[in-house]
């Protein structure tokens, strides 16, 4: 006989498990299944040889005030997960045009009282740029919400032009746009950005979790379980059962489960086209969920290091001819690979001396590309990448146990199915582009009775796992408001 539930919840990453750890500690009757071993979706913390480490390198923002202590606190789990704040947070390595050197400096992950001075000393802005500098600052963090909810359909990019800004701001902004929303910043919606920056301004960037981010999505595992929940990891949902244009529970490779209500972490096109079937929506809303774009990919590789070689937790290095564009995007899909390119870099026993064996360090470097799961210039970006590395870090590579690359192949193996073609290797999900951001972000409500969407595709803003969960807070409000309903009109 099948089991019954009020909520079933597709997939463990930030935005389901969040999700269904509110629901089971709000008194619902909640099942929470993931095809992986361990829960975390894309922010998963793995194990080996007395390492803890995510797969790639993974950004957090804003650090005070997050929608992870906010949960933490609602499930009263404070004590199982710190949230790591340190002085010396990020380096920030930038070169200018004409330069062969990459000038450094280092900031914390919370604000203070002397403003983003890392910022200001590594891009060298000249004294006669800083009123227009300023003017931008005072613009983008002062800015009203509403007036914020005007700017969906304008690019970041745009935004800035009207402004005077010196080329190393912009080529900071364009970095910026690229690791925080891993998108061009010509297509980035500036309300986005905006609502992002601010949050960023009043509580910091470059959070980290105790035990590894996907820490974070164990504990909130744990909280379904002790709040009457059930969770099934090592669990594929194979297809979301419908009838009469309704919801009824899911068929999974370890059972079928029965429940009026199913959220979905498993992206938004893969849930629709693959787990509910196209034969369940109209043409319309189909032609709209195919033509959704992803964000870029994420691709790299990860270094065991014999002894401690990095300084600090996260580097981010960039230059005027790095940061990404749709014009240098398209070259790259060409084939062209730049010689230049932004290099993320998170050391996570910098963070937390727990994550690595005594005396060594792993470091996850990763840049950007298409989300093609079949990537045609996987190994020329990974051999140019490799040779980046030894040129941003002299000395690294002779301190190199073992390495592992990883593409946008593994991303979507992990993480998400490949539904429609060149896309599924994505970084975060969805692209937080112009057209899908704001009043145009897809609804977390399916037009199919009891379906919902979490985590980085409905839902939710801001900055990848952030933006996750704050999607799993939101639609488990949306959810507790369908049960009171349902119960209502019965």
């Avoid at 923002?61 to 199982?80: I, K, T, Y």
């Avoid at 086209?273 to 969920?289: N, P």
């Avoid at 730049?338 to 870099?345: H, I, K, R």
Wanted: net charge neutral; glycine share 10%.
């Amino acid at each position: 006989m099948e089991e019954k539930y009020e909520v079933i919840v597709i997939g463990a990453g930030i935005g389901g498990a969040t999700c269904a750890a509110l629901l089971a500690r709000r008194g619902v009757k909640t099942l929470l299944v993931d095809k992986n071993s361990i829960p975390g979706g894309k922010a998963i913390t793995m194990a080996k040889q007395g390492f803890r480490y995510e797969l790639w390198p993974i950004s957090g923002g804003p650090s005070l005030d997050s929608r992870f202590a906010q949960v933490l606190a609602e499930l009263g789990m404070q004590s199982e997960v710190e949230i790591l704040t340190p002085q010396e947070a990020v380096m920030m390595m930038y070169r200018s045009a004409g330069s062969d050197q990459y000038r450094g400096s280092v900031g914390p992950a919370v604000p203070t009282p002397q403003g983003p001075t890392a910022l200001l000393e590594v891009l060298a802005l000249q004294a006669e740029t800083l009123p227009e500098v300023a003017r931008l600052f005072a613009d983008i963090t002062q800015m009203p919400a509403q007036q914020i909810d005007q700017l969906d359909d304008v690019t970041f990019a745009d935004f800035l032009s009207r402004y005077r800004l010196p080329t190393p701001l912009l080529s900071y902004l364009g970095m910026w746009s690229t690791i925080v929303f891993v998108v061009p910043i010509d297509a980035l919606a500036t309300s986005e950005a905006i609502k992002t920056f601010q949050d960023f301004t009043r509580s910091g960037a470059a959070r980290y979790h105790s035990g590894g981010f996907g820490r974070m999505a164990e504990v909130f595992c744990q909280s379904v379980e002790r709040n009457g929940g059930k969770v099934l990891l090592k669990t594929r949902a194979l297809r979301i059962r419908v009838e009469n244009g309704a919801v009824t529970g899911i068929v999974t490779d370890n059972g079928t489960f029965a429940a009026p209500i199913v959220v979905s972490n498993a992206g938004l096109q893969p849930t629709v086209l693959r787990l509910a079937g196209e034969e369940h929506f109209d043409k319309s809303y189909l032609s709209y969920v195919k033509g959704l774009i992803p964000s870029l990919g994420i691709m790299g590789i990860r270094y065991f290091l014999s002894k401690p070689f990095f300084d600090y937790p996260m580097y981010l290095t960039f230059s005027d001819s790095a940061y990404l564009d749709t014009a240098r995007v398209a070259k790259m899909n060409a084939g062209e690979i730049p010689d230049e390119m932004v290099v993320f870099n998170v050391v996570p026993a910098r963070y937390d001396a727990s994550l690595a064996p005594a005396g060594k360090q792993c470091a996850l470097v990763g840049t950007l590309c298409a989300a093609d799961p079949e990537l045609p210039y996987a190994e020329a970006l990974w051999n140019k990448l490799d040779a980046m590395v030894e040129r941003l870090w002299p000395g690294m590579h002779a301190c190199v146990e073992s390495s592992e690359r990883y593409s946008t192949s593994h991303v979507s193996r992990l993480t998400r199915d490949a539904v429609v073609p060149g896309r599924g290797g994505e970084c975060v999900g969805l692209a937080q582009i112009v057209g899908q951001c704001g009043r145009h972000k897809p609804s977390a409500r399916a037009p199919l009775g009891g379906l919902f969407y979490v985590g980085c595709d409905a839902g939710g803003y801001g900055c990848g796992t952030h933006q996750a969960a704050d999607s799993g807070v939101n639609v488990a409000d949306m959810v507790m408001r369908e049960r009171l309903v349902r119960a209502t009109v019965r």
